[in-house]
């Protein structure tokens, strides 16, 4: 008897082949789409890298300075009130002898003035200058080896960013200036070197691109996570073990529950328009200070630390408190004792998860005064930390963008990837943890 | 555990309300995004040469930083408001409802609005006449008003390439919009004639005659810009037909993406606008609490700082970066030095 067509475990019927050609366009789909994200990845990094790179370096002129005394200290007395009274550009003559007396030592053919070899160098040259002037006033009358910035344009030709044909119509510096750059790179007077004030300093004008660093809006960062910290994680922690643990069910904790659900998804702009009305306006607080943001984005990351807190909780067994509660434990040791250290693990990955968003979070920092030039002044205390003006990370970075000079564009794009480090970080933090600690049932 | 969570958040509460005790000692400055630069620039040389912490500027447009300005006397107000037009009658009124009297206005230059396209596209020659027949609303033909039938620059003069008209221009919150408004559209709208034919419609009326001169087209040719000028640049970079409406500080420090167009036949520089002959310029101010000075250290400092001849005048870091320095910088500085303020001095 022919076996009837289809039956056979070794051929394939026709509607089993659709199903397996279903099945293998499905992976495809989902391999596809795998690969758009990497791309999408792949051509994110390369770009963030390729142009934030070169902030990590700088371009130094080394000079050995004459400090005349004549300019310096009229009166001879190293008096500290007389040496402040000669501004940064007093200083200005003292750098342009250093440039020239360079030049000439080198034996550079130059059409140049003494003003245009000096503008090679940054304006944050005379304020380096005076900032150790005052620092060792002794040092007056003594030539001094110091190792100046270079302007962002001279900074940028090294680079590659600019080009002979890109200054043709430039006014911050000419094809003569560039020859001056190329026999002093030659003489070794000009390098290019890691520049560890990009990470560590302070925020510069528009004038000097070269001097402006993250470390201040760091800094601001820094203390606006320790106030989130210090107060969403105990409100967070508190709010969700009373929903989860104590609170009846009923429609008043059904209202509560929806509501931080849509708290949730509420856009942090939001978050910023509130902070304005209630804690500058109504309460007075100082406005671009990092305990007003940190407040914000405490506002902003409960919702993220109650959900995850709960979810948590939900997930450790009912077992547990049963077994505590029928020893004698009363609720509240159950729920201190055994529930809350199993759930900890996951309560700490949602924290830094929720940190890790308000860190980069820029939005709401807009209205609270935390754009702009802030970050120069960094905090001598942590009363003044959380008090005085500053900036963040994010927030640092769209000031930079905005800006006019290109060279900024290069610290935004540096600055991004100081803070994608810093959420890497905290998301490799939170996934270690939760791998370590998390128990399954 | 919980004992330090307790610790962690009675200090943060505590910190809370110590706040309103602790004294400002830094200068609060917020306003207008094309004198941000400028009075950045002179924070970072303030804090620099003075004892006093460097200054605080934030940005936000004219119109914010003044608003900020006029909320009240107090440690919790700003200093100093930055602004790219002169306070307004109206907002002089607002300041004084809130108790802000005493108001010092200082002019500190001149800054240049230059159009500018991509680099590698055609060069223009513009009048005032060309941008009010490129962009109005309604522009004159045989001595009536019609919708603007002009689609390319050829059709607009004779003389341009015939290249899509596409402008970029700045968003009404900004100043320097009122100053292309009054300089450049409204000027054209009178030359063309265009003005009495709207005078005519309006029943004689001047204001509502001006105000339908400086009515722009909606059919996005032309673009409100409300960003910055980084977003004007990054148009004009993706649209090569782009013609944008730029600070000259701007246009200096992007020259090797950008090219400036005449203006009746001078180009726009610090020079040509200090004469007075590129006719595209505004003045910019800042506007001092006087019940301030005294009160939060190294305010006065600031101001006379500011309009120092060192950094104000025409050899000054202000004017390297593109500022046109004020002639008459010498009697601002007397004004600042006796606190003159805006009533005593009409």
Known sequence: MPRKHGNSLLELTDRTKRRNAAEARFKAYGIAAIAVGLLMLVVLVTTIFSKGLGAFQQTFITLQVELLEEKLDKNGNRDLDDIKKVTTFGYAPIIRNAVETKVTELGVETPLKGKDMAGLLSKDAAATLREFVIANPDEIGKTVEFRFLAQSRVDGYLKGRVSRDSIENDKNISAEQLDLVDALVAADVIEKTFNLDFILGADASDARPEAAGMGVSMLGSLFMMFVVLALALPIGVAASIYLEEFAPQNWLTDIIEVNISNLAAVPSIVFGILGLAVFINYMHLPTSAPLVGGLVLTLMTLPTIIISTRASLKAVPPSIRDAALGVGASKMQAVFHHVLPLAAPGILTGTIIGLAQALGETAPLLLIGMVGFIASNAPDSIASGLLSPNSAMPAQIYEWAKRADPAFYERAWGGIIILLVFLITMNTLAVILRRRFERRW | MSFVKLTASTLAIAAVSATAAAARDQVQVAGSSTVLPYASIVAEAFGENFDFPTPVVES???????????????????????????????????????????????????????????????GFEFTPTDWFLALSDKVSVDSKLVDNPNKTWADVNGDFPAQAIQAFIPGTKHGTREVFEEKVILAGCEETGAFELFKEANGGDEKAAEKACIALRTDGVSVDIDGDYTETLARIESNKDGIGVFGLAFYENNTDKLQVATMSGIVPSTESIATGEYPVSRPLFFYVKKAHIGVIPGLKEYAEFFVSDEVAGPDGPLSEYGLVADPELAKTQEAVASEATMGGNS
């Open chain 2, 60 to 122: 936000g447009g004219s119109s914010a930083g003044l608003k900020r300005f006029c909320e009240g006397v107090g440690e919790n107000t700003i200093d100093v408001a930055n602004a790219s037009r002169a306070i307004k009658e109206k907002e002089i009124k607002a300041c004084a409802e809130a108790g802000v009297t005493d108001i010092i206005e200082v002019r500190i230059g001149y800054d240049g609005i230059v159009f500018a396209s991509d680099i590698n596209g055609n």
